[in-house]
């Protein structure tokens, strides 16, 4: 059986909060770490397990700031 994975790298200097790709992953990976930012002043986006990534670049897709890629495998 074919099964999708990924791996998913958020530039978190880029990363600007919009949490858009925490509410479109299908695999509710994404995440915010809520008591860290980053230099200005932001909440990033973090992966909370990358073994669960399918992949589907959605997340990438829909990031305004162009803070995420994602590499399939």
């Given amino acids: 059986m074919w ?4 791996k998913i790298t958020i530039n978190t200097n880029i990363c600007k909060g919009c949490r858009i790709c ?3 992953c299908p695999a ?3 995440n915010f770490d809520n008591t ?4 200005k002043g932001y909440y990033t986006a973090q992966v909370t397990d990358m073994d669960k ?5 959605t997340c990438a897709c829909v990031c305004p700031d162009i803070a995420i890629a994602v590499e399939k495998f």
């Fill in 53 to 57: 990534c399918i992949g589907c670049a």
């Fill in 36 to 39: 860290k930012t980053n230099e």
């Fill in 28 to 30: 509710k990976i994404i």
């Fill in 22 to 24: 925490e509410g479109v």
């Fill in 3 to 6: 099964s999708l994975s990924g």
